[in-house]
């Protein structure tokens, strides 16, 4: 079970960004997927997820500028990021848990992480 996320870069304030997150070895359908981020020298913060069921619940510091989608047959998750602050900047990890029971929900813990990907907002 592996999960690639990519799309990280340099993007200047008020740019959009996409990124993806490849799941190999499960299938995607009865996954939860969420994305986190960790700045430089700050914990590790939830960001946003998309549950079993397409059900999607974001942080309040990117609601409104980010959007989460799944596309089970391409066993891809997109983050689709716009207006981006320099405050964005970290890198990103997808995660991934098993969500089948509760397809409309979220899990709080993920046992399945990416490698993450750098994104930098800066001019």
């Known amino acids: 079970v592996q999960l690639q996320a990519s799309g990280g870069g340099l993007v200047q304030p008020g740019g959009s960004l996409r990124l993806s997150c490849v799941l190999y070895g499960f299938t995607l359908d009865d996954y939860a997927i969420g994305w986190f981020r960790q700045a430089p020298g700050k914990e590790r913060e939830w960001v946003l997820c998309?549950?079993?069921?397409?059900?999607?619940y974001y942080g309040d510091s990117v609601k409104g500028r980010f959007t989460i989608s799944r596309d089970n047959a391409q066993h891809t998750v997109h983050l689709q990021m716009a207006s981006l602050k320099n405050e964005d900047t970290a890198v990103y990890y997808c995660t991934a848990e098993r969500y089948i029971r509760y397809p409309q929900r979220c899990p709080r813990s993920y046992n399945y992480w990416g490698q993450g990907t750098l994104v930098t907002v800066s001019s």
């Open positions: 998309i549950s079993v069921d397409g059900s999607t």
